[in-house]
């Protein structure tokens, strides 16, 4: 089935100019991005967006994190998108994602892991509503 699921670029790939990489990486999956753009999250989004993590103790520095610089938020499209960007980013802790995965590739630590995939179709439908609306969506 054809879904969609959210990506954010996280600050520290944008900080090493990483965006085209992880992009290529994304691309040579097979996934389309079908809306993409370059913000600076806010506190208050960022809060929002994690909103399921704010009990666990890394949440101050999660917020802290994806505020300290730009992020690329993006809408990816293909066939199975939630489950298959999940596979192309990795596991969440560098040191244990696969070989030729976005986060084996680039990420610094699982607090610094370079991007974000939503978990599951429901809550990709409400991610990319937090950042896009139909009409930035160009399938
Ligand atoms: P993400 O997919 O964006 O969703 C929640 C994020 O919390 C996760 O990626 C990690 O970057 C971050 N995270 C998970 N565990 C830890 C941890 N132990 N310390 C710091 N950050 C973490």
Redesign the pocket.
């Known amino acids: 089935m054809t879904e969609r699921t959210f990506s954010?670029i996280k600050p520290d790939a944008t900080e090493r100019n990483l965006t085209g990489k992880v992009n290529a990486v994304i691309e040579d999956a097979g996934l389309r991005i079908v809306a993409q753009r370059r913000i600076r999250m806010t506190r208050q989004q960022a809060e929002t967006f994690?909103e399921v993590?704010k009990e666990r103790p890394?949440f101050g520095?999660?917020v802290d994190f994806m505020t300290s610089g730009p992020v690329v938020v993006q809408v990816l499209e293909g066939e199975g998108a939630v489950a298959k960007y999940r596979e192309v980013m990795g596991a969440?802790n560098p040191a244990q994602a696969a070989d030729g995965t976005i986060r084996k590739l680039f990420a610094k630590s699982?607090?610094e892991?370079s991007v974000?995939?939503s978990d599951s179709l429901e809550n990709a439908k409400i991610e990319i509503a937090q950042f896009f609306t139909d009409a930035d969506i160009v399938g």
Do not use: D, K
Request: hydrophobic share 35%.
């Open positions: 954010i994690y993590h890394f520095e999660l969440t699982v607090g892991n974000h995939g």
